[in-house]
């Protein structure tokens, strides 16, 4: 029997499109859920934070428990869950007596399923036996990106025609994507990236320089994405002077859509790219970005780089994983579960900081914006201490 991989992929790829609807599509609905249930506007900032807390949750219980249960059992949960969430957030706020408990529920449910592909599609792929692996990795992310557009410009249509009311019809509808990924990764070929029992032990890790180092890369992409991300419809809005609608599908659409080409660059030309230099280029790019966005007056040049700040995170996350995973063979799932942890962290920091330092400046969004550059700085800084310490060492003699 061959072992067809390719099914392998297509189940992660759709993995990580049902991660993107878990992300996008109820952010969507805040202002529907606001005016139709009376939930107040700061208990509905409630829905993203159990979101993200809940996805921090799992990707700690991944680094110690998933080995023990196994890849396949965990990635069905995970698709079972994504689609019991999303449809529970078409009935639950109805029949409890709280709807903003319905709504908690039913996301806390999908976050699980969010948390888990998270973690597990990177080493599933990783396993897979290609030829070009940081090629696959970012390919894969990549998918992340075009879910994320594809929610929220499909979405965007269906209330354009259906009208916002009919948006459970909608929240049933995405459930179909991880209903019939269940299957693919029930019957696809599933590898281990270490032998059972043989992944280094927490305490290795930990004693690990490059882990830590890697850490801090993640820390710094998931921050320069998401600080960058969240606030690219609030600048959208007061740059081109669009509604509010129109500037969140040109502003994180955009981000998004810049995002995954980048990705996809990599994955079709990876083999010919230097990995640690495109990293270090991007982090440039990143930085000058967050300047432009910072100190420029002209408003039309600062959605530039808003813009192409996506393109330039394109490719730390999934590199970062990359460089890690190819010069620690053996970290086993633990290994991709903190590193899912510290790029949750640093997405759930990073924003907050922009809006913290935005805040005691006088809501001067610039200045904001100015603090996040710290985040592509230190990248840049830990990339350039990588790649001395192990940039010019054969990738392939692991110790």
């Not at 709280?98 to 976050?111: C, D, F, R, T, W």
Request: with cysteine.
């Amino acid at each position: 029997m061959v072992k067809n991989y390719k099914k392998t992929l297509t189940a992660c790829y759709l993995g990580f499109i049902t991660q993107a609807i878990a992300a996008n599509f109820a952010p969507l609905l805040f202002l529907k859920f606001h005016t139709a249930y009376h939930i107040p506007l700061g208990k509905i900032a409630l829905i993203s934070t159990v979101f993200y807390l809940t996805q921090l949750a799992v990707d700690i219980f991944c680094s110690f428990f998933v080995d023990r249960i196994g890849y396949r059992k965990c990635v069905v949960v995970s698709e079972l869950c994504a689609a019991a969430g999303l449809i529970g957030l078409a009935f639950l706020p109805d029949l409890l007596p709280n709807p903003l408990a319905g709504i908690i529920i039913s996301v806390m449910i999908y976050a699980v399923g969010s948390g888990l592909i998270e973690v597990l599609g990177s080493p599933i792929v990783e396993a897979c036996p290609f030829d070009h692996k940081e090629a696959a990795m970012s390919l894969l992310h990549s998918f992340y990106c075009w879910g994320s557009v594809g929610v929220i410009l499909l979405s965007t249509a269906f209330f354009a025609v259906w009208g916002v009311d009919s948006w459970k019809w909608l929240a049933c509808i995405w459930a179909v994507i991880p209903v019939y990924n269940i299957y693919n990764f029930a019957t696809c070929p599933i590898e281990y990236t270490v032998e059972d029992g043989n992944g280094m032990k927490i305490g290795t890790l930990f004693q690990t320089p490059l882990f830590w180092m890697s850490i801090i890369l993640m820390v710094c992409a998931g921050a320069s994405e998401l600080a960058m991300a969240q606030w690219a419809s609030a600048y959208t809005e007061s740059a081109l002077g669009l509604s509010k609608t129109v500037g969140d599908l040109a502003g994180p659409c955009m981000f998004a859509v810049t995002m995954g080409i980048s990705r996809v660059i990599y994955g079709k030309r990876g083999n010919k790219l230097d990995l640690m230099k495109f990293m270090i280029g991007s982090g440039c790019l990143c930085l000058f970005c967050y300047i432009l966005a910072s100190i420029s007056d002209n408003p039309f040049l600062g959605l530039i780089g808003c813009i192409m700040c996506g393109f330039s995170v394109g490719i730390m996350w999934p590199g970062t994983i990359s460089i890690c995973s190819k010069r620690l063979p053996n970290g086993g799932t633990a290994m991709f579960a903190f590193l899912a942890t510290a790029g949750d962290l640093g997405g759930a920091f990073g924003p907050g900081l922009v809006g913290n330092i935005t805040q005691s400046a006088n809501n001067d969004l610039k200045k904001g914006m100015l603090a996040g550059c710290i985040f592509p700085l230190v990248l840049i800084i830990s990339l350039l201490l990588l790649k001395s310490r192990y940039g010019n060492k054969n990738a392939e003699t692991h110790h």
